[in-house]
């Protein structure tokens, strides 16, 4: 009977154990769900960071195999070789840039205020669409401008009163200082991200140690398999997505420029950054290429979708089985799925990276179905 009843109460103790485990367990679930939530873009940022530091050390690891120089010392001739680059792209070409990032701004403009008259001739309401400013932009020269006849005491006197000038000195401070915040903002992400790249990759040991420190001592095995093999993965991916994103660029500023569409520079640049993000970005890069070249004129427009239509094939039939073939193996319909569902959520940042998400996510997928049938057996 003692036996019985301490049977019994150890039961009961541990139904309770597992009950308080198991709701400890899921409120902590939520904690980090509604966490990730709130400081989503923080993460984010966080592993843009880590994503640069993993493709600094790949370069690195690459320069190794040709060099038998100091991670150190690699690792600064990885980074003067780029910051070289990118100066002497700005320096060159700062000048042409700025005139065809205008030119281009202008060109898309106006040629959303063609589709928007173009669409509504043809009974098609663009009320829904954003089309408003683009259209206003592009009529605004050349419409007239309405305006109210200001009261005779400012016109008699020329002076605006004291109300207005304290409502023109709060615009122009407020407009000031959003620019100006928006500025410090987007600096500081970049620095942000440059400062962990350049960490990761100056120690990338340390944090991997440390990474697999956090770990159980139970499972540190399999985590170390897991962490190596995403970083392997990454890496493989980073480099392919270089060198995609050179090609794409380099085809797309030549071939734009033999069919003599300005801007052609710029647009190449748009189009190299844009393949970063797999089948949204060619789409959107598209789309640009194509819009841009309209004012140009219907043959130039069509020459442009043909050499869009060439760099994706190049793309997604030649680059990215041969150069990508060990790197990634993801559906597209899945990689679309996923890339629409997070971008959704959380905007550009979902957008650009659920790619290396999905990569991790398929790392530990891959290792946790093989491990299965050993535990099995």
């Given at each position: 009977m003692t036996?019985s009843?301490?049977?019994?109460?150890?039961?009961?103790n541990d139904l309770?154990?597992?009950?308080?485990a198991?709701?400890?367990?899921?409120?902590l679930?939520?904690?980090?769900?509604t966490?990730?939530?709130?400081?989503?873009?923080?993460?984010?940022l966080?592993f843009?960071?880590m994503?640069?530091?993993?493709?600094?050390?790949a370069m690195?690891?690459?320069?190794g195999?040709l060099?038998?120089?100091?991670h150190?010392?690699r690792?600064?001739i990885?980074?003067l070789?780029?910051?070289?680059?990118?100066?002497?792209?700005v320096?060159?070409g700062?000048?042409?840039i700025?005139?065809?990032?205008?030119?281009?701004?202008?060109?898309?403009k106006?040629?959303?205020?063609?589709?928007?008259?173009f669409?509504?001739?043809h009974g098609?309401?663009?009320s829904?669409?954003?089309?408003?400013?683009?259209?206003?932009?592009?009529k605004?020269?050349?419409?007239?401008?309405t305006t109210t006849?200001?009261?005779?005491?400012?016109?008699s006197?020329?002076?605006?009163?004291?109300?207005?000038l304290?409502s023109s000195?709060?615009?122009?401070?407020?407009?000031?200082?959003?620019?100006?915040?928006?500025?410090v903002?987007v600096?500081?992400?970049?620095?942000?991200?440059l400062?962990?790249g350049?960490?990761?990759?100056?120690?990338?040991s340390?944090?991997r140690a440390?990474l697999?420190f956090?770990a159980p001592?139970?499972?540190?095995?399999?985590?170390?398999?897991i962490?190596?093999r995403?970083?392997?993965t990454l890496e493989?991916w980073l480099?392919?997505?270089?060198?995609?994103?050179?090609?794409v660029?380099?085809?797309?500023?030549?071939?734009?420029?033999?069919?003599g569409?300005?801007?052609?520079f710029?647009?190449g640049?748009?189009a190299?950054?844009?393949?970063f993000i797999?089948?949204?970005?060619?789409?959107?890069?598209g789309?640009i290429v194509?819009?841009?070249s309209?004012?140009t004129?219907?043959i130039?427009?069509?020459?442009?979708?043909i050499?869009?239509l060439g760099?994706h094939a190049?793309?997604?039939?030649?680059?990215?089985p041969?150069?990508?073939?060990?790197?990634l193996?993801?559906?597209?319909a899945?990689?679309?799925?996923?890339?629409?569902?997070?971008?959704?959520?959380?905007?550009?940042?979902?957008l650009a990276?659920?790619?290396?998400?999905?990569a991790i996510?398929?790392?530990m997928i891959?290792?946790?179905?093989t491990?299965?049938?050993a535990r099995?057996a």
């Amino acid at each position: 009977m003692t036996d019985s009843a301490d049977n019994r109460l150890q039961a009961r103790n541990d139904l309770a154990w597992a009950i308080a485990a198991g709701g400890i367990g899921v409120v902590l679930f939520a904690a980090l769900l509604t966490f990730a939530w709130h400081f989503a873009a923080t993460l984010f940022l966080l592993f843009a960071g880590m994503l640069l530091g993993v493709a600094l050390n790949a370069m690195t690891t690459l320069l190794g195999r040709l060099t038998k120089l100091p991670h150190a010392l690699r690792l600064a001739i990885v980074c003067l070789a780029m910051a070289g680059l990118l100066s002497g792209i700005v320096f060159l070409g700062g000048t042409t840039i700025a005139q065809q990032a205008t030119v281009l701004s202008n060109t898309i403009k106006s040629q959303l205020g063609s589709v928007k008259d173009f669409l509504e001739q043809h009974g098609v309401d663009t009320s829904y669409l954003d089309f408003t400013n683009a259209a206003g932009e592009a009529k605004g020269e050349g419409s007239a401008v309405t305006t109210t006849t200001p009261p005779p005491s400012s016109q008699s006197h020329g002076i605006p009163g004291a109300g207005a000038l304290a409502s023109s000195g709060g615009a122009i401070i407020s407009q000031t200082l959003k620019v100006l915040l928006g500025t410090v903002s987007v600096v500081g992400n970049f620095f942000i991200v440059l400062f962990l790249g350049l960490a990761f990759a100056a120690q990338p040991s340390i944090y991997r140690a440390g990474l697999l420190f956090i770990a159980p001592a139970k499972y540190r095995a399999q985590a170390t398999v897991i962490v190596d093999r995403i970083g392997e993965t990454l890496e493989r991916w980073l480099i392919a997505q270089i060198i995609t994103m050179t090609a794409v660029f380099l085809v797309t500023w030549i071939g734009l420029a033999i069919i003599g569409i300005p801007s052609s520079f710029i647009l190449g640049i748009q189009a190299g950054l844009l393949a970063f993000i797999p089948t949204v970005g060619a789409i959107l890069g598209g789309l640009i290429v194509v819009l841009a070249s309209l004012a140009t004129g219907w043959i130039a427009a069509l020459s442009a979708f043909i050499l869009f239509l060439g760099v994706h094939a190049l793309e997604s039939y030649v680059l990215t089985p041969i150069i990508q073939r060990q790197a990634l193996d993801i559906p597209p319909a899945t990689l679309f799925a996923f890339q629409i569902l997070l971008g959704v959520v959380f905007g550009i940042w979902g957008l650009a990276l659920a790619l290396p998400l999905m990569a991790i996510a398929k790392v530990m997928i891959d290792h946790f179905k093989t491990e299965d049938p050993a535990r099995a057996a």
